[in-house]
């Protein structure tokens, strides 16, 4: 599913923005969906946002829904995630992943088992 390559994330106050970016190889970008994990200290990765192949369909973790925005950038060959009114818990490294599953039912793209190709990581740290 191809090489993903994270950039971007770094540090931030409580309610500030951060955005984080993924790109990946154009067959990669435009045949499978594109997801973003995070792993807090301590913790096990978990799902924060998912974009379908098409861009028409998007998906979002309860913690993240209405704070963060998952997009494409078809000129960059990019996936995007913008985080607004960050909060210090949403402190981790963040992940980019590639899913070749379809699911009707976005919130199977939760699971870490759905994806084949991760990034190397990109650390968001939110102070208070």
């Known amino acids: 599913q191809g090489q993903l390559d994270e950039s971007g994330g770094g540090s931030a106050q409580a309610g500030g923005s951060l955005s984080v970016s993924c790109t990946t190889s154009?067959?990669?970008?435009?045949?499978?969906?594109l997801g973003w994990f995070r792993q807090r200290p301590g913790k096990g990765r978990e799902f924060v946002a998912v974009?379908?192949?098409?861009?028409?369909?998007?998906h979002y973790a309860d913690s993240v829904k209405g704070r963060f925005s998952i997009s494409k950038d078809t000129s960059k060959n990019a996936v995007i995630l913008l985080m607004n009114n960050l909060k210090p818990d949403d402190t981790a490294i963040y992940f980019c992943?590639?899913?070749?599953?379809?699911?009707?039912?976005?919130?199977?793209?939760?699971?870490?088992?759905?994806?084949?190709?991760w990034g190397q990581g990109t650390q968001v740290t939110v102070s208070s």
């Open positions: 154009g067959r990669a970008f435009h045949r499978y969906s």
């Open positions: 974009i379908t192949a098409s861009g028409g369909r998007t």
């Open positions: 992943a590639a899913s070749g599953s379809v699911f009707d039912d976005l919130s199977h793209y939760s699971r870490t088992s759905e994806y084949g190709a």
